[in-house]
Nanobody
Framework: QVQLVESGGGLVQAGGSLRLSCAAS????????MGWFRQAPGEEREFVAA????????RYADSVKGRFTISRDNAKNTVYLQMNSLRPEDTAVYYC??????????????WGQGTQVTVST
């Protein structure tokens, strides 16, 4: 089972940027699709972005299209989420996940511990 550790969260003003990182253990990182999810207080966890194992295919939630970019570096076993033009409604705990494909990421059952992103007005 791949182990995931997120970093890069913090407090930022609206309109600012943050880059989240998710480091994975194991030798088969490139075989996993990776995704970012988020959960705001009192809300259910929601999908943010996903990327295929080779990095060719990407998918985004409508709420972040044009503002967030997911990428990965398989040599470093790391997936990134570049977040620009942040809004207060982006405030949440952000989690990364690994799974067999973009559409079945949550089937992998591998989640990080989460990193807090807070966007102030």
């Amino acid at each position: 089972q791949v182990q995931l550790v997120e970093s890069g969260g913090g407090l930022v003003q609206a309109g600012g940027s943050l880059r989240l990182s998710c480091a994975a253990s194991g030798r088969t990182f490139g075989s996993y699709a990776m995704g970012w999810f988020r959960q705001a207080p009192g809300e259910e966890r929601e999908f943010v972005a996903a990327i295929s194992g080779g990095g060719i295919f990407r998918r985004y939630a409508d709420s972040v299209k044009g503002r967030f970019t997911i990428s990965r570096d398989n040599a470093k076993n790391t997936v990134y989420l570049q977040m620009n033009s942040l809004r207060p409604e982006d405030t949440a705990v952000y989690y990364c996940a690994a799974g067999p494909s973009i559409s079945t990421i949550t089937d992998g059952g591998a989640w990080g511990q989460g990193t807090q992103v807070t966007v102030s007005t």
